[in-house]
């Protein structure tokens, strides 16, 4: 009830309400954290990983992978300092199979050009781990990671020490027997992994990029249907991704360069000529890259069908992103074939492996963007 006035009180003489400054939800103010700082510290990660994975094809482009022939994680960081350490690497070296039955003719001054590479290629790793550990560290010290994120965060750098693990169980491969090169599935799980912590990464970068309860209220207006398509592309492009790497790891792409047909057949000449039967689809040059191009043309007809299915949504950041989506993987596949062609020339080839790193990125992205449309106003709409 109201308090009762005085006869001699002016009217205007009370004091003015003002409104309450409205709050944060709830869920806003116990999950925000440092989401914007968590960002950053991962797309500089991400940008590292990418770095890796081009220097890792550099790496195996150049034959180089099989130059440093222990695995030291932490003293291995220095390289050798001396002409003495210099002939003690290039003695181990001399021990394996690849220089013996390949690169006997090699010199001081060659080995030292592709124990660099390889060293590189490690040393960035250890680059990678550490920017990893030194931000985890920082944000769960200061209580700064938001709620629910702790597991996710640490969970990429899990994945990255058995990556590093991963990568040595590779190389052993091609340090005894008669092996001229690491084995290929070897090196199709390394790429394999790398892409799906790269693609982690994507993915918590987008959903970082919007408040808690930002996304909770985009996903009321989720298109299930392309979600589910853009799943399967998201998963034909990794089989693409693994393909690849089989390819890489067995040179296939330098052999059967004409195209459409293969050899002048549809098929390439004894496409299982290896037995057991099994070693075919790993070791047999020409039934991989058979594979690799059947894949390619499958995922490039879905991407296409699921494109044309996006045309329909009435987002148009939806519709922008997988636009290009598109466009990239009728790039990406025009690349693909000038690659076969020049016979995997080493900058063709690098360059065909960015392009699946920027498809990867876009298909995550329209993805994401099927699960989570960004609000558009009505115009927006029309």
Known sequence: MSQKRSIFEEVGAEKAQVPPTPQAGGIDRARRGARGAIRVWLMVVFALVVAMILVGGLTRLTDSGLSITEWKPVT???????????????????????????????????????????????????????????????????????????????????????????????????????????????????????????????????????????????????????????????????????????????????????????????????????????????????????????????LFIFGIVTWRRARKSGNRATRTAFDWMAALLFGQVVLGIVTVMNSAQWHIAITHQLGAVVLWVLILRARFLAQYPMAQSVRGAA
């Open 76 to 298: 291995g960081a220095l390289p050798p300092l001396s002409a003495a350490d210099w002939q003690v690497e290039f003695d181990k070296y001399k021990q394996i199979p690849e220089y013996q039955l390949q690169n006997h003719q090699m010199t001081l001054a060659e080995f030292k050009s592709i124990y660099w590479w390889e060293w590189g290629h490690r040393q960035l790793g250890r680059v990678i781990g550490l920017v990893w550990a030194v931000g985890f560290l920082f944000f769960w010290l200061t209580k700064r990671i938001p709620v629910g994120w702790t597991g996710r965060l640490l969970g990429l750098g899990v994945l990255g020490g058995l990556q590093g693990a991963i990568g040595w169980w590779m190389v052993s491969s091609g340090l005894g027997g008669e092996m001229l090169d690491v084995a290929s599935y070897r090196l199709a799980t390394h790429l394999g992994l790398a892409f799906a912590i790269l693609g982690l990464i994507a993915w918590y970068v987008f959903l970082l990029a919007r408040p808690e309860a930002a996304l909770m209220q985009a996903r009321r207006g989720r298109e299930a249907k392309l979600f589910s398509m853009s799943t399967g592309v998201m998963h034909l492009a990794f089989l693409q991704i693994l393909l690849g790497a089989l390819v890489a790891g067995i040179d296939a792409g330098r052999n059967y360069i004409d195209w459409p047909l293969m050899a002048g057949g549809f098929l390439p000449p004894e496409p299982l000529g290896l037995s057991p039967l099994w070693r075919n689809f790993f070791e047999n040059d020409g039934l991989v890259q058979f594979m690799h191009r059947m894949a390619g043309y499958l």
